[in-house]
């Protein structure tokens, strides 16, 4: 029978908890030396880091098109909301994005307060205490809002109204007619 030390099942639980993550949008990249990138986007560990937001199947948007930048948090939080910067902000400009023509317009189109004028999309995330959480949250957000521009919307077919609903609507208005016809000052 084949058995696995203690090192190797915890190898391969975070071999499949890394894989499960590249699917659910991060597409993470390797370091030279073979090991997973880490968590956050620090070029420390290597300089070949890099990841892609992934959008769908044929879309995504490679790392040097996000900005993210940490900043301090706002609100009530003690001492370390003062001294720690986890709240993160994204800034994603659709103009100078390598995304498909077609989610350029639809982007643009949208009435949402978080697209300025010029284009650029700017996300606030300051949910949770850590910043690498906040950096997911704002990501994920960002990938919500491109998916739903994905999804190309049905165009409305007007319709006529039927003549049993045309009559409906006669006969209510000659009913509330009646109605008030009996509410008058008898002379």
Known sequence: ??????????????????????????????????????????????ASYSWMLRISSSVAIPEHEIEIHAV????AGGQNVNKVSTAVHLRFDIHASSLPQSYKD???KLRDHRISEDGVITIKAQQYRTQERNREDALDRLRTLIQSVAIPRKTRKPTKPTRASRDRRIESKKRQGRLKALRRIVE
């Open 1 to 46: 029978m084949f058995e696995l030390r203690f090192e190797q099942v915890l190898y391969l639980f975070l071999q499949q908890k890394r894989q499960s993550k590249m699917r659910n949008g991060i597409d993470n990249g390797t370091c030279e030396n073979g090991r997973p990138a880490p968590a956050l986007h620090r070029q420390t560990d290597c």
């Open 72 to 75: 301090r948090s706002q609100g």
């Open 106 to 108: 639809e982007l643009l």
